[in-house]
């Protein structure tokens, strides 16, 4: 099963390394890491560099397809040459996933049309704008697109979508595996939960970036 992780200059580094962790780890699993072009891509902060092997012309028909985040995707909502491929990538993939503001790209692509939907929760309210219906849930499956909340729950996205792949048992030794047992020191992790100085913190950081 060939697994096409989209990436680009100012992508969030977990968005696309955590579900990466999981899906590498399914049995007959291929990983691609495909760009509009093949090369290095810095992430959100710079300081980290991702290779892509693979330009969007090398692989035309992915199973899966999984879209990250951060604000170097808001460039991707308007480059054809990205939505084209992702619109044809998804007629035939098997599922069509994203992550984080990742889910605006497969917005801006027509695929989010009539579906329920997710992304960062400062950015939920933009997802009406492409005819999703916007769920604040941590990940939201609706036929063969699943998307993800913010950043880390692209761990989460990735479990489920292997489960629907492998199975329970598999998914779940994956996740014992990577060791996925999340305590954090604080219950932040929501807007529901974060008080109201901590959410403008966020909200008045640094333009363009969620998290």
Not at 54 to 70: N, Y
């Amino acid at each position: 099963m060939q697994i096409a992780i989209l990436i680009f200059d100012g992508l969030t580094a977990l968005d696309a390394i955590g579900p990466y962790e999981v899906l590498s780890r399914l049995p007959g699993a291929e990983l691609r890491i495909v760009a509009k072009e093949a090369g290095l891509k810095r992430t959100d902060t710079g300081a980290l560099g991702m290779k892509a092997d693979l330009a969007l012309d090398d692989l035309e028909a992915p199973e899966v397809v999984l879209v990250p985040g951060g604000k170097g995707s808001r460039p991707l909502m308007r480059d054809p040459e990205v939505l084209e491929w992702l619109r044809s990538a998804h007629e035939s993939s098997t599922w069509t996933t994203s992550v984080c503001t990742g889910a605006l790209v497969l917005g801006a692509a027509g695929i989010l049309d009539g579906k329920r939907a997710t992304t960062h929760w400062a950015f939920l309210d933009h997802l009406s704008e492409f005819g999703a219906e916007p769920v604040a849930e941590r990940v939201v499956e609706d036929g063969k697109v699943i998307t993800a909340a913010g950043v880390s729950a692209g761990i989460d996205m990735a479990l489920t979508l292997a489960a629907r792949i492998a199975g329970d048992k598999v998914a779940q030794a994956i996740q014992l595996g990577i060791e996925y047992d999340p305590d954090p020191p604080f219950d932040a992790g929501s807007p529901s939960k974060a008080s109201s100085e901590v959410i403008e913190m966020v909200r008045t950081a640094e333009p363009g970036r969620p998290s």
